[in-house]
């Protein structure tokens, strides 16, 4: 059986197939689960409280099953509260957590005690006090410490209600939460909820929630505050010319970041919450009025969809959401800069933010703009087409020089000049290896040195690069294991798959050269060109979010003058075909007004003079 | 079963894709150091069989952290019926694959060229081995000789010296490239025959001293066979000059001069610098003039009362290097004086030329039969009509079309006091 399963996976991988069992994006027109069809066009919040109806049930079997394992079956589990005390059980604690907010305040703060497990769970706060002089009525407020501001609880929730609601005559009962909200708090985010879930929820990402006697509500006050790194400077997309600033882990601040960069009323920051354990909130961003609604909905289903436990970084959310999870090309770009995420967003695609991740996602993206960084549009033109060159040919020497000089050396020894195969064959000599046993040897080394180089502890790790260059080049040399060509061929092509821009492509060439090392010794060019061939089929029957990977070249469809190499500034009139934006034009065809007068007589007559380059 | 029914299709494109590699393997594939580069071939008639075939080898030097490149070359001599016989044959004594990929020159002996290339080339532009663009050289002498006194001085292989020797045609003039590929394509059309560089060994010996005046001096500068060339030092290989092939047979040979004048014929002179007499003191001084090829040589043909008649038109460019006698050749009047001069003495050489061809070598070697090709109307009356045999009846014209452009660093010739004669009034 197992191995019936290994022949589908690698049958899929194959066939370019998905299993249609796990997971059914439309692109493959298979047939959604009925309920994700209508996720798509419910709210976040609606979802959230679906997935809790039928909770119950699985968790009640659970519970039946194993009653005081609890905390080890946590996988099944798909309600937010973990904690589990000694007294009561999982059932209970569904039940605490489904009711709504007890008149009696004793009553809530068992409950509460309850579901927290307290006293067992230290940061816990229950803070009780008294509110309105003439009466003594009593009051609690409810905290997690640590990850709340304590100043902000001590003078704008604490402070306001001990003092004055003093100076107030009591209200009627039934007005108490709406009167403390409206005159009495002055926290600028003031929620009243009146189930445990709500309260909950908010609790646990830095609310405030309190809790006064008589009154079936409570409030949730934001108090959010937590140590948290500050903004830095990008570490693996670094400029010369550009801002120096990148996102955080802090979800709230990359979404900042992002409402600076695009000063417009119409973008549109949506929150979801998705892993069940852990409710990890997620921001789509996207420019309404100019993205491609379909594209925004498309992108909803997907992460509404996901139905696990825990999505904590943007890499596990990639891999949820992405097409082809198999291949070696990635389907999302993947970015740590706000202004490269703001400009995708006014090409109208859409940015998605996972809170304490660095990067930004942003779907769906091309071959070609993998290919790119925010620099090419910063530099002029002509010096941003010199090293877009640059990177092309980086990509090839990347793929294909270890093979290309595995096929010249044992293939195609005609090819090259005379004096080159002469010093070839003088340096291998005495090495006593074939040449494809040596290129793997040499390139296996090599990865294995800037993986280490990751790993290593950063006070040892400049001995690595010692290590890597003087022991294994000049050493294997002298001792006649590789020959001295061969050094540069490994080290020309370990610094090409540097050039690559995006970090998730240069492991894919990376991999993918090893396939055309072994292609190159078997078959010799003819190799290689199957092996293009092949990885060129594969990337055009990829898709990213309905955008096939190579557009605009394959499929063709109209562009605008950036693909590989790009025209001016001023030349790109239009945003990306492939993205069916609502509002197409980036800029009329005379963008730079001052020089229309020159050009009067084309300008009337509606010619486009700029656009020849 | 019913698995295996399912995913049957990939079970196959899997198993293709491994039947793939199992029914190439990797036999194709030979290491380079398992491989003797053959640099270059000779081929003699042999003594024990049919043929004398020296292989000149690469021999590898160094390894480890040296790249030092090859040591040096060596010669095995083999006899055998074939050329590709003598090949295997050379597998008994030889431990590595010996190989034509990087053979960049084959050298024949005038016994076999006289006997005829025919049978031979064939083995050349047939086998996969051997590139068509290799050089074909015939020497007047034997070819194993040449091989091995072939000793690049400035180079590290025979390979690249020759390559770099034949680049010198761009600059020289007398050293045409013939590659396999031309030489078996000539030999195959009917209307032009084929030529064929010329290497020899210049052993160093005095020349027998002539008695001719600086006229004839002057135009005999570069008229050398390999071997003739009054020099010392330097590798003992020379490369002047063409052999003229009639047929598959070698019939003569053209000194560097006449290599000169025919390469401006054929179109595929460059550039060379020529030494001229002055034509006023012809005598007593010489001109050094360097020629380039304005356009590419006109040549029109027709036929009148059945005799085929060629008109050639050159079309030169000159530069003056130097103007010994110090006359101010450069301006007005006399530049034009100058320009006739040459014209009609390169006219006079071509000519010679051609009439040489014709009544001594009766061979074609300019292609004009490919320009009375549009004269006939089907292929088959064109080769009906026999050029080759009536190229000697043809009658051709040469005109030379020569303009002096640049003068070199100088626009006014001083004529020294001491060339002056008599107060002799040469400005005008």
Redesign the interface.
């Known amino acids: 059986m197992a191995g019936d399963k290994m022949w589908k996976k690698a049958v899929n991988l194959l066939t370019f197939r998905e299993i249609k069992k796990r997971e059914g994006f439309i692109l493959y027109g298979v047939d959604d689960r009925t309920e994700n069809k209508k996720e798509a066009t419910e709210t976040a919040t609606d979802q959230r409280k679906r997935i809790h109806k039928k909770k119950p049930e699985k968790s009640h079997s659970n519970s039946n099953k194993k009653p005081n394992g609890i905390n080890k079956e946590s996988k099944n589990d798909q309600d937010i509260t973990v904690n589990k005390n000694t007294t009561g059980n999982k059932e209970e604690n569904n039940g605490l957590k489904n009711l709504l907010v007890d008149r009696d305040l004793a009553v809530n703060k068992a409950n509460l005690e309850k579901i927290y497990s307290l006293p067992k769970n230290k940061d816990i706060v229950i803070r009780e006090f008294m509110i309105f002089s003439d009466s003594s009525t009593k009051a609690f407020v409810l905290f997690i410490d640590g990850i709340c501001d304590r100043k902000t609880i001590n003078e704008n929730v604490l402070k306001p209600l001990m003092l004055l609601t003093g100076r107030s005559k009591e209200v009627h009962n039934a007005n108490i939460i709406e009167y403390i909200k409206e005159r009495i708090i002055y926290g600028n985010q003031v929620d009243i909820h009146n189930t445990y879930e709500d309260v909950i929820e908010k609790v646990n990402y830095g609310g405030t929630a309190v809790f006064v006697d008589k009154c079936s509500a409570c409030l949730v006050v934001e108090t959010k505050g937590w140590d948290r790194r500050p903004i830095g400077r990008p570490e693996t997309e670094q400029v010369i010319r550009g801002p120096h600033e990148a996102f955080n882990e802090t979800l709230r601040s990359n979404t900042a970041l992002l409402r600076k960069a695009i000063r417009n009323e119409n973008m549109i920051t949506e929150m979801f919450k998705i892993g069940v354990r852990n409710r990890t909130d997620i921001a789509v961003m996207y420019l309404e009025g100019l993205v491609n609604p379909s594209l925004v909905e498309e992108v909803k289903r997907r992460i509404n969809s996901i139905d696990t436990d825990y999505v904590g970084e943007s890499g596990i959310l990639e891999q949820f959401i992405e097409d082809h999870p198999f291949m070696a090309v990635p389907q999302v770009l993947v970015t740590e800069r706000p202004d490269r995420a703001a400009s995708f967003i006014l090409d109208g695609k859409v940015v998605i933010i996972i809170d304490g991740s660095p990067n930004a996602l942003i779907v769906p993206t091309t071959f070609f703009a993998l290919m790119h960084t925010p620099e090419d549009y910063y530099l002029r033109a002509p010096y941003a087409n010199f090293v877009r060159l640059l990177r092309v040919t980086a990509i090839f020497i990347a793929i294909m020089t270890p093979g290309l000089y595995v096929a010249v050396t044992t293939f195609h020894q005609e090819m090259i000049p005379t004096d080159l195969i002469l010093a070839i064959s003088a340096a291998r000599e005495t090495v006593p290896f074939p040449t494809i046993v040596e290129v793997f040897m040499m390139e296996f080394a090599f990865e294995m040195i800037r993986e280490a180089g990751v790993r290593v502890p950063g006070v040892i790790g400049n001995t690595i690069g010692i290590v890597g260059a003087l022991i294994l080049g000049q050493a294997a040399v002298s001792a006649g294991i590789v020959s001295p060509i061969l050094i540069i061929v490994v080290a020309v092509t370990g610094l090409a798959s540097f050039a690559i821009p995006n970090y998730s492509i240069s492991f894919a060439f990376r991999g993918v050269r090893f396939i055309f090392t072994a292609l190159a010794a078997t078959f010799g060019f003819f190799g290689i060109t199957a092996g293009l061939y092949i990885l060129l089929t594969m990337m055009t029957s990829m898709k990213s979010f309905g955008v096939p990977l190579l557009s605009p070249i394959g499929p063709r469809t109209k562009a605008g003058p950036d693909i590989v190499l790009r025209g001016p500034l001023w030349s790109m009139e239009e945003r990306p075909d492939f993205l069916d934006t609502l509002d197409r034009k980036r800029q009329p065809k005379i963008s730079r007004g001052w020089v229309k007068p020159l050009m009067g007589k084309f300008a009337e007559s509606g010619d486009k003079p700029e656009q020849d380059s | 079963m019913h ?1 295996l029914k399912k ?1 049957g ?3 196959i ?2 198993l293709c ?1 491994i039947f793939l ?1 199992l029914t ?3 036999w ?6 398992e ?1 003797g ?1 053959i ?1 270059a071939m000779g081929i003699d008639k042999g003594k024990e069989s049919e043929l004398h075939i020296t292989f000149q080898i ?1 021999i ?6 040296k ?4 040591k040096g070359t060596e010669l095995y001599t083999i006899e055998a019926a074939s050329v590709f016989g003598a090949l295997q044959l050379a597998n008994a004594f030889a431990s590595k694959n010996l ?1 034509l ?2 053979n ?1 020159a084959v050298v024949v002996s005038d016994e076999i060229a006289k006997e005829g290339l025919g049978e031979y080339i064939n083995t050349f532009i047939r086998s996969r ?1 051997i ?1 068509r663009n290799t050089f074909l050289f015939v020497t007047p002498g034997q070819a194993a000789n040449v091989l091995k006194n072939n000793k690049p001085l400035l180079e ?2 025979p ?2 010296q020759l390559e770099l020797i034949m680049g010198a045609e761009n600059f020289a003039g007398f050293i045409p490239t013939t590659s396999i590929h031309e030489i078996n394509t000539a030999m195959k059309s009917p209307g032009r025959e084929a030529v064929a560089a010329l290497i020899g060994v210049n052993e160093g010996k005095e020349t027998e001293k002539k008695d001719q005046g600086l006229e004839e001096k002057i135009r005999e500068e570069v008229a050398y066979l390999p071997g003739q060339i009054p020099r010392q030092g330097g590798n003992k290989i020379d490369i002047i000059g063409l052999a003229v092939f009639k047929g598959d047979k070698l019939v003569g040979y053209l000194d560097g001069s006449q290599t000169r004048y025919y390469q401006m014929v054929k179109g595929s002179f460059n550039s060379a610098i020529f030494t001229f007499p002055d034509p006023r003191k012809p005598e007593e001084f010489v001109l050094e003039i360097k020629i380039k090829k304005g356009r590419n040589p006109a040549i029109k043909a027709k036929f009148v009362d059945n005799i085929p008649q060629i008109e050639v038109s050159l079309f030169l460019e000159a530069e003056i290097i130097s103007i010994a006698s110090g006359i101010d050749y450069e301006t007005g009047k006399m530049e034009h004086e100058l320009e006739q001069y040459l014209e009609r003495y390169i006219t006079a050489e071509i000519s010679k030329l051609v009439s040489k061809t014709q009544e001594e070598y009766q061979s074609d070697i300019f292609g004009f039969g490919e320009y009375t090709r549009k004269n006939f109307l089907t292929w088959q009356k064109w080769q009906d009509y026999d050029w080759l045999g009536k190229y000697p009846d043809a009658q051709i014209s040469v005109n030379t079309n020569l303009a002096i452009r640049r003068t070199g660093l100088m626009s006014n010739t001083t004529e020294l006091p001491a060339n002056k004669k008599e107060g002799e009034k040469v400005n005008e």
């Open positions: 698995m995913t299709r990939g079970k494109l899997l894709c590699f190439t393997g990797c194709g594939a030979r290491e380079t150091d491989l580069y640099l690469a590898l030097g160094g390894g480890g952290d790249i030092s490149g090859e190989t990929i990087h960049r081995e590139r590290s292989n390979s690249r």
